[in-house]
């Protein structure tokens, strides 16, 4: 997600025509920004009032963000906390991003309640899902950052490398397209739970996102790595170079955040970027 197609001039009109009707892709993600919502709520799911896309269409000045969030407020309100397969299983994956927002909708779930839901959507084979996932339910999961924090320490453990992903990009202090966290801005050490797992994860999808919440942290906390975790049983050192470079934070959105290259290999060894961290036992 990120910068890109921000008008329909940007896609071929047939293939607008088809993700307007539910029945195209979203290739690339940033494609999603130019859906007609409302239209595609009338043809994936015609049994809803029509009110209800009109709702939709009345909101089209809004980001894709918040028009995200609206759909997904407002199927929540009408089919409650059971989201129904024809938008769970739909082939559009706008719609299926639907159902990211249905979850997060839903403020009486627990934490717990909430990443058992959305963990279907979270290793979803389409990308922008995946990204939609996250933020559908960041909201949420920071209300109750410590619970959060805790639960997703187990999805670093995950078979999948889209889950495992999951667990650190929903919680970036400084998430692309969202609101900043500021308690892992200024105390990056609450995250450790989630990152010391990952620093070896062999797949590089899970490495970006590792790279990349580190390099957020380190904006606020410039001595950090470089502070002792909570327990005193493990220290981050990154030695900064001068240069920069430009990581990419995912495998196929457009979307780039700048990290800063780091020196020694460590116990983070397999991080791209030249983003290298040491691990060292108090």
């Not at 894709?64 to 769970?88: A, Q, S």
């Not at 990419?248 to 460590?266: I, N, Q, T, W």
Request: glycine share 8%; net charge neutral.
């Amino acid at each position: 997600m990120g910068r890109g197609a921000s008008s329909t001039s940007a896609v071929p009109p047939e293939h607008l025509a088809e993700l307007n009707a539910g029945r195209g892709v979203a290739r690339p993600p940033r494609q999603a920004m130019v859906i007609e919502q409302g239209l595609l709520m009338e043809s994936a799911l015609p049994e809803l009032p029509r009110s209800m896309a009109l709702r939709v269409t009345g909101a089209a000045d809004l980001g894709i963000l918040k028009k995200m969030t609206l759909v997904g407020t407002l199927l929540h309100e009408h089919f409650g906390t059971e989201i129904p397969d024809v938008v769970l299983k739909h082939s559009s994956d706008t719609v299926r991003g639907w159902a990211c927002f249905m979850v997060g909708s839903d403020e009486s779930a627990s934490v717990e309640e909430t990443l058992a839901r959305i963990q279907p959507l979270a290793d979803d084979a389409h990308f922008t899902v995946r990204e939609w996932a996250w933020m559908g339910v960041r909201k949420r999961l920071v209300a109750d950052l410590h619970e959060s924090i805790e639960q997703l320490a187990h999805w670093t453990q995950d078979r999948s490398d889209n889950v495992r992903r999951f667990s650190t990009e929903a919680l970036r202090p400084r998430g692309v397209w969202a609101s900043h966290i500021s308690v892992l801005k200024s105390e990056p050490e609450l995250g450790l739970p989630l990152l010391e797992p990952l620093r070896s994860d062999p797949s590089r999808y899970v490495q970006d996102s590792v790279s990349n919440w580190i390099n957020d942290a380190s904006k606020t906390r410039p001595d950090w790595p470089g502070s002792s975790a909570p327990d005193g049983s493990t220290k981050i050192r990154a030695q900064r170079r001068r240069e920069s470079s430009t990581v990419h934070c995912d495998r196929s959105g457009p979307s780039l955040v700048e990290a800063s290259p780091v020196g020694d290999l460590g116990g983070f060894r397999g991080l791209p970027q030249r983003m290298v961290i040491s691990i060292y036992g108090s």
